[in-house]
């Protein structure tokens, strides 16, 4: 059996632990720049609040503050996550964390356990150590408690824990699960299911897997049509390494001179180099796109995106941002004003064990990249975030500053909170 637990509404709850007066009512998250919605209380959701509508719609729609919003504060939810992660890495055999508000638990070893009191019981401790609501599913496959968590999210009556352990509670559960909601099932596909008349996951289940491989042809698509008819076979090992690493970012203003853009494309490649090296991992291959303002009809626009295969998968902070950089440069064009740029690193495999090229491998300098990398995370990580940067991510463009990160730093965040768990700062003071 396999469990999932799930922070529900992540960000607005995380922003409720230290503003209790919000419970109850409507909250929304905005993206970076405070550009649109991307997160949502339950309040805000039936007031017909879509994801992704523009801040400034939402301004227009509710003029009044009758919904309370806030700016991204990633630094809080982060360590208010952790702290939830943390406590379910405690109560559990084997725990994988998935993302940022997700993990899954293998209950190997606890067949003589009550799950779905363990689950009740996890999720009321959750609650009482960190006032962070969960969400938890619990079984025989992890497409299954994914589905299973969804219930527990939706519906009171199951105390925030569902369990879906036998084969009519499967089945009942796959008859009203609508096919766009299954986890591993996209946009595209469903829209293909449905237009075959594969409307829930019940429907899809029951097709022979031969139609699976016919009509979809598609890995992903196989092992889910499996696992919802309760065969095993997503490996655990996969829920904690993701498969690909993008960071991107909308910039507060409009960027139309190269120095600027190589400047925000060398922190992308960065940050993605750091990510790949916390989760002990390396890529093949590194993408660049960039892209202008296209709500903006006065102006031109472009978009492209270039990619460039390393003969050496690498986690290497210089070597990242080098070919990152390269790929910019083969497909920036003057004259326009871009809005969004961003990296991302694919063919995402171990680090241990690499393929080495014996064209660009070169052992002395492999070794001195590494310990390069090694100094820079331990000085990041013991006193603050970039403190130790490249000399190609400082913006030195426009004023002539020359402090890493002075973009960056200029992102609009009108309605951020304070960073309440990480600076002393902002600690809460009681009166």
């Not at 992704?52 to 700016?71: I, W």
């Not at 590194?286 to 102006?299: K, W």
């Not at 902070?317 to 390269?326: E, F, N, P």
Request: charged share 25%.
């Amino acid at each position: 059996m396999y469990a999932i637990i799930d922070c529900d509404n992540c960000f607005v709850s995380c922003e409720r632990v230290f503003r209790p007066d919000l419970i109850g009512k409507p909250v929304c998250v905005l993206s970076n720049n405070d550009g649109c919605v991307v997160a949502r209380s339950n309040e805000a959701k039936a007031l017909g609040i879509k994801a992704g509508l523009p801040y400034y719609q939402l301004k227009e729609r509710f003029p009044n503050d009758e919904v309370t919003v806030f700016s991204s504060n990633y630094e809080l939810y982060g360590d208010i996550t952790d702290r939830v992660m943390s406590l379910v890495r405690k109560a559990s055999p084997t725990f994988y964390r998935y993302s940022i508000d997700e993990g899954f638990c293998d209950m190997a070893g606890m067949e003589n356990y009550d799950l779905k009191k363990w689950g009740e019981d996890l999720s009321a401790f959750i609650w009482k150590a960190t006032r962070m609501p969960v969400s938890i599913g619990i079984a025989s496959t992890k497409t299954l408690a994914k589905m299973a968590s969804h219930y527990a999210k939706h519906y009171k009556g199951y105390n925030h824990c569902c369990m879906i352990g036998t084969e009519e509670q499967r089945i009942k559960a796959l008859e009203r699960y609508e096919i766009e909601e299954v986890w591993g099932i996209g946009r595209r596909y469903a829209a293909r299911l449905q237009g075959m008349g594969v409307k829930t996951a019940f429907e899809f289940a029951n097709q022979d897997e031969s139609w699976v491989r016919a009509y979809l042809n598609n890995v992903v698509a196989i092992r889910t049509w499996k696992e919802l008819n309760s065969i095993d076979c997503i490996p655990m090992e996969e829920m904690s390494k993701k498969k690909s690493i993008c960071t991107s970012r909308s910039f507060p203003g409009m960027v139309s001179d190269i120095e600027t853009l190589r400047t925000s494309i060398s922190n992308f490649a960065a940050r993605c180099a750091e990510k790949l090296r916390k989760q002990e991992s390396v890529a093949q291959t590194v993408s660049v796109f960039i892209d202008t303002n296209h709500f903006r009809e006065d102006l031109p626009q472009y978009w492209n995106m270039a990619e460039e295969r390393l003969l050496t998968p690498s986690n290497s902070t210089l070597q990242i941002v080098q070919t990152a950089t390269r790929c910019m440069e083969r497909i920036f064009r003057q004259g326009y004003s871009y809005k969004r740029a961003g990296v991302i690193v694919m063919g995402i495999c171990p680090d241990s064990g690499i393929q080495t090229n014996f064209i660009d491998y070169n052992k002395e300098r492999f070794e001195k990249l590494k310990r390069i990398d090694e100094i820079l995370d331990k000085i990041n990580r013991e006193y603050g975030s970039e403190k130790i940067v490249l000399a190609s991510q400082q913006y030195t463009a426009k004023g002539g500053k020359g402090k890493a990160g002075v973009f960056k730093d200029s992102i609009k965040h009108d309605f951020r909170s304070p960073c309440y768990t990480t600076r002393w700062s902002d600690i809460p003071e009681a009166t």
